[in-house]
Nanobody
């Protein structure tokens, strides 16, 4: 079971990017999904969360600019980022709480994607 993030890149201030994160493996169900970010020299911080039912929460610093969404049929979570600022520069990580099969046994664990770099130039 793993998460694979993609979509990062270099963008000018005011621009937009869309990050994707797909879960794969012997998944039974995916509960809450989230995006975090970590800037150089700073701690990892929560950006946004989304429940299986679609309820969302955002950090104050992205409200009105970022939108988290998910496609349960594709086991994928997205982060639509608009009006990007240089302060948004960071490695973005997806996170998911998943129930999965380990052999015939169901287990529940938290998984992290590998991170995708977002760089916003001024």
């Amino acid at each position: 079971v793993q998460l694979q993030a993609s979509g990062g890149g270099l963008v000018q201030a005011g621009g937009s990017l869309r990050l994707s994160c797909a879960a794969s493996g012997t998944i039974f169900s995916i509960n809450e999904m989230a995006w975090f970010r970590q800037a150089p020299g700073k701690q990892r911080e929560l950006v946004a969360t989304i429940t299986r039912g679609g309820s969302t929460n955002y950090a104050d610093f992205v409200k009105g600019r970022f939108t988290i969404s998910r496609d349960n049929a594709k086991n994928t979570v997205y982060l639509h980022m608009n009006s990007l600022k240089p302060d948004d520069t960071a490695v973005y990580y997806c996170n998911a709480a998943m129930t999965y099969y380990s052999g015939v046994v169901l287990k529940r664990d938290e998984f992290w994607g590998q991170g995708t770099q977002v760089t916003v130039s001024s």
